[in-house]
């Protein structure tokens, strides 16, 4: 089946720093997804892109949709505290826009 | 905004009871995901419907099953639970088609015991 492998696992960065994560496919996606996950709590949606070589910005968050359309990157400008996660990469292919294969998370901490 | 809503939050069950969860999508939205997600791993698709039918099946063991209802609500029913059961359950929903992204709901953290 199709896996995404995400990287870092985890970074631990100091208030202020940029920060960048990427996952890598060996499958084609026609969607890619980043979430942000609470403990205990739901994913919650950041950035979609849905077209290969897009580059798309929320706020302080860059994500690109790789040109190949098997990877895509994550960047976080500035950061703060309440950035603390887990973030999830996702990916969907063909026709089943809902069914997502999610990377292996990677977790931030930010230091104030 | 209304987002997806998940009842119960929290369950704990003996093995080998059933438990079902209740999933309501967003408003207007047809089309619902089940997800499972173990400690520390990411989220595993289930199961999914669109309009009242499965519409893609996943990782979903045989002592599950799940429905969508004619108001877009949906129902995981779980049967003979076992310990490896303990995980949070999440429901997404979206509008059918390409371009449209899933919202999740907070889950339902079960433990089986």
């Known amino acids: 089946g199709q896996q995404l492998n995400q990287s870092p696992q985890s970074m631990f960065i100091q208030e202020g720093e940029d920060v960048s994560m990427n996952c890598t496919s060996s499958?084609?996606?026609?969607?890619w997804l980043w979430y942000k996950q609470d403990p205990g709590e739901g994913p919650v949606l950041l950035i979609a892109l849905y077209k290969a070589g897009e580059l798309t910005s929320n706020g302080r968050l860059t994500a690109q949709f790789g040109i190949t359309r098997k990877d895509s990157f994550l960047n976080i400008s500035a950061s703060i505290p309440s950035d603390v996660g887990i973030y999830f990469c996702a990916g969907a292919g063909g026709t089943s826009y809902g069914k997502l294969t999610f990377g292996q998370g990677t977790i931030l901490t930010v230091h104030p | 905004a209304a987002g997806v809503i998940q009842s119960p939050r929290h369950l704990i069950k003996e093995k080998r009871e059933t438990a079902t969860l209740k999933c309501y999508p967003i408003p207007r939205h047809d089309t619902v995901y089940w997800y499972q997600q173990g400690p520390g791993q990411d989220p595993q698709f289930l199961i999914s419907f669109y309009e009242k039918m499965q519409s893609d099946k996943g990782s979903i063991p045989d002592r599950f099953s799940a429905q969508q209802f004619s108001d877009y609500h949906s129902e995981l029913n779980m049967s003979s639970l076992e310990l490896g059961d303990s995980a949070l359950y999440f429901c997404?929903?979206?509008?059918?088609?390409?371009?449209?992204?899933?919202?999740f709901g907070q889950g339902t953290r079960l433990t089986v015991v």
């Open positions: 499958s084609i996606f026609n969607t």
């Open positions: 997404a929903s979206r509008n059918y088609g390409p371009g449209t992204e899933a919202f």
